[in-house]
């Protein structure tokens, strides 16, 4: 690690403003640069390769600042915490937050995270997070609501991504449906097996009954569908319109399991569907366990998918593949 930092140490100080120079080039849009910024990453430690980046935003957007241009305001208020001037960088920030600016305080939030300029701090992240979100920032809210859903709170998760999905926020979109599959899943463990002790106040599952109004077995019949049509058409939505991994990777792992594990009540399981979905996954993420899981799923439920097909996938639309090989089609 040593040996590396010494090694661009010396590359960023000998070629200071060429370095200077390919970091404006590439945050101009211009491709070279971006390529040379990118095997930066593969050769160097990321951390470094971003503290770099980021001392060097402090030189190129300095004069913006002092203008009162807003993006130049906003990456040299993150270059400065880069170059260890954390309180003039918040002072920076306060300048735009004074003034209701709500994607500086997602900035903000994001500069507490694990490995970032500020340092991690994650009681002055989600107060930021909540400050943005409460003002209407659908970005801030669809963030608030992935952090209450690794917290474990899916009813507050669902609370968030909600209100962000109704500003055709993607990711908001992605993770309130995220949030229904699971409610609909935990509704139908419920109504198969209708335990004696009836759900209380305390517990999640009263509150998936109370937000959906399902009272009864019918209640829930008769909802189930709606709610499920709901969730694959936000995934479905997602992957024709989302250009952002991670939300290309929760909507193929919803689908597939929708698909694959349809809940109680809804429709009969659609295991090519589900497996188509499960490749698409394993191919965005490259993750050796995803194809693993993948091709478990073919050999458990005796699906006829060979390494020809996964070729075919590849160019084509499942529905025409489907087509194709004369399996069924859902309407």
Request: glycine share 6%; charged share 30%; net charge negative.
């Amino acid at each position: 690690m040593s040996f590396i930092k010494d090694q661009f140490d010396m590359f960023f100080t000998s070629t200071n403003k060429n370095f200077i120079n390919l970091v404006q080039a590439a945050d101009n849009g211009e491709e070279w640069a971006k390529r040379e910024i990118d095997k930066m990453f593969n050769d160097y430690d990321h951390v470094l390769v971003v503290s770099r980046i980021e001392q060097a935003r402090a030189i190129i957007y300095k004069n913006g600042a002092m203008r009162g241009d807003r993006t130049s305001i906003l990456r040299y208020a993150r270059g400065l915490e880069w170059c260890g001037q954390r309180n003039e960088a918040l002072n920076w920030y306060m300048k735009l937050i004074n003034q209701g600016d709500t994607g500086a305080m997602v900035q903000l939030a994001d500069d507490y995270g694990k490995y970032e300029g500020l340092g991690e701090n994650e009681t002055e992240k989600r107060r930021w997070l909540f400050s943005a979100a409460n003002a209407g920032n659908d970005v801030a809210q669809a963030k608030l609501g992935r952090e209450m859903w690794y917290d474990g709170n899916i009813p507050e998760a669902a609370k968030w991504y909600k209100i962000s999905a109704r500003y055709d926020n993607l990711a908001g979109i992605c993770g309130y449906a995220r949030c229904l599959q699971i409610e609909l899943e935990t509704m139908a463990e419920y109504f198969t097996g209708l335990p004696l002790n009836k759900p209380n106040k305390n517990n999640y599952l009263f509150e998936y009954l109370s937000e959906h109004e399902i009272k009864t077995r019918e209640d829930y019949l008769r909802k189930a569908k709606n709610i499920y049509v709901y969730i694959e058409d936000s995934f479905l939505d997602v992957l024709s319109n989302s250009q952002q991994e991670t939300n290309l990777s929760e909507a193929c792992h919803g689908l597939s399991r929708l698909y694959m594990y349809p809940p109680y009540g809804t429709v009969t399981p659609d295991r090519y569907r589900g497996a188509y979905y499960q490749y698409i996954l394993a191919c965005i993420e490259e993750n050796r366990r995803a194809y693993d899981f993948f091709w478990k799923l073919v050999h458990e439920y005796g699906l006829q998918i060979t390494e020809n097909d996964l070729k075919d996938w590849d160019k084509e639309s499942f529905d025409d593949w489907a087509q194709k090989k004369n399996l069924y089609l859902r309407n």
